[in-house]
Each structure stands twice: as structure tokens, then as C-alpha cells.
């Protein structure tokens, strides 16, 4: 019995250990807020009930730009920071997910297929312009949606740079950071984005994010449709920080 009670203590004490906050920021990789069922579209319900979840729990969302400048050491990081972002750029981004965003408080990072801009269902210049407007930011996901892993040296350059020039030439505000298609990399890609100019990009590897990491392999937390609610959603802000011990 007493063996019995002490082992039940110390996996009390391992499970304690293990849900700790860790001193590191997620960023949360979302595609589409919308109800047709597809695997990355998360209802407007659900998006919403996440975003409540994270003010409840005292988060607070902030840029790309300001977690780079915190982890130069130029800025401090609030409490229990959580950067949120969009991959591909479509138009429900600005329709449906910033009004949420917006009732809770929660700012976000959108990253925009440059040759998708004016396509069906996704957004066009004037739908970007105006979520720059209201505080979102812009950030870079290839011209054609390429996995960079996959194509030439000069397919690299040109998904890389033409993406950034196409962005900042209509838009007028400098873009600084990249998610990479597919969440698909190699380090061929960190010289060609830091000679584009940018300051750090995304990958699809999951964990938390310190300021000791390499710049162009930040990684990021990805939010499918939920199959289990809320629970799903929180064990996936947990499993960023199990595998990042």
C-alpha cells in the first residue's frame, strides 16, 4: 500500500513537471474559418471557442515582428505569449476569422500566396490592404505555393524574392517573414531568405519557439478541424510544449 501511495506521488510530481509552463512562444497555424467540413477549415464556432479558450487562459497573441524583436533582446515578451497565423491568404481570413479575432482582443499573421492575390475564395489586394489596416500582419507563402525542398536553385530564388517584391509592391509595408509551403525546408533556404531580406520563417515542425533557435526554422502548432473539441485544441497547445523539453 504505501509503495502503491508512492508511486502514484511521483507520477503526480512527473505529470506536474511535464505541464509547466515552459518559457518559450507557439504559433498557431491555421488555413480557413469556414463550415464545409474540409480538414483545415475550422468552423467560425470552433475558431471561436479557441480564441476565448486563449484570452480565458490569460494568452496574449502577438506579431511575428514582436517576437523577432524579443528574442533580439529589443523588446520583452508579455505573459504567456501566442502568435496566431493564416497560411495561403484566402478571403474568409478577413470575412470571418478577423471579426473573431478582433471581439477577443487577439491580433494575427497572415501569410499570402503572392500569385494567388484576386483568385476565387481568396483574398484580393483591397481585402489585404484592409486587413493591414486593422493591425494584421503580412507575411510571405511562396508565389505559387512550392514546396521549396522540392524545386531548383533558381525556383528557390524566385518563390523566395518575387513573392516578397509582388507583397511590399502592392501593399507598401515591408515583409519580413515566410512560412514555407507545406512546412517543407532545407538549409539551402536560410541564405536566399536572409539575401531576400527576410527576418525568420515558419516550418511544420511542432514545438515551442526560444530565442536561441535558428531564425528560418521557427516552428509552429498546427490547428486542424477539431475531432474532439476543445480537448483536441488543448492537447495540441500541450504536445508543443512536451516535445520542446
Known amino acids: 500500500m504505501k509503495r502503491s501511495l508512492l508511486v502514484l506521488f511521483a507520477l503526480a510530481l512527473l505529470i506536474g513537471w511535464l505541464l509547466r509552463p515552459i518559457d518559450g512562444v507557439s504559433i498557431l497555424a491555421y488555413h480557413r474559418v469556414r463550415e464545409d467540413g474540409e480538414r483545415y477549415s475550422v468552423s467560425p464556432q470552433q475558431f471561436s471557442e479557441q480564441m476565448q479558450f486563449l484570452q480565458q487562459h490569460g494568452y496574449t497573441a502577438i506579431s511575428m515582428a514582436e517576437m523577432a524583436d524579443a528574442f533580439s533582446g529589443s523588446k520583452t515578451l508579455p505573459p504567456k505569449p501566442i502568435v496566431i497565423t493564416f497560411d495561403d491568404g484566402y478571403a474568409d481570413n478577413l470575412l470571418t476569422a478577423l471579426p473573431i479575432l478582433e471581439n477577443y482582443g487577439m491580433k494575427a499573421t497572415v501569410f499570402i500566396i503572392a500569385g494567388s492575390v484576386g483568385q476565387p475564395d481568396y483574398l484580393n489586394w483591397d481585402q489585404a490592404t484592409?486587413?493591414?489596416?486593422?493591425?494584421?500582419?503580412?507575411?510571405?507563402?511562396?508565389?505559387?505555393?512550392?514546396?521549396?525542398?522540392?524545386?531548383?536553385?533558381?525556383?528557390k530564388q524566385e518563390e523566395i524574392v518575387q513573392s516578397k517584391v509582388l507583397l511590399e509592391g502592392q501593399l507598401g509595408k515591408p515583409v519580413e517573414f515566410l512560412a514555407y509551403?507545406?512546412?517543407?525546408?532545407?538549409?539551402?533556404?536560410?541564405?536566399l531568405l536572409q539575401q531576400a531580406g527576410y527576418s525568420g520563417a515558419c516550418t511544420g515542425i511542432a514545438g515551442l519557439n526560444f530565442a536561441d533557435d535558428p531564425p528560418y526554422r521557427w516552428k509552429r502548432v498546427s490547428v486542424p478541424r477539431p475531432k474532439f473539441g476543445m480537448l483536441e485544441f488543448r492537447l495540441r497547445l500541450l504536445r508543443a510544449q512536451l516535445v520542446s523539453w
Open 130 to 155: 484592409e486587413l493591414l489596416r486593422r493591425g494584421v500582419e503580412i507575411g510571405s507563402h511562396t508565389v505559387s505555393h512550392a514546396a521549396l525542398s522540392q524545386v531548383t536553385d533558381a525556383q
Open 181 to 191: 509551403p507545406f512546412g517543407q525546408f532545407d538549409p539551402s533556404l536560410f541564405p
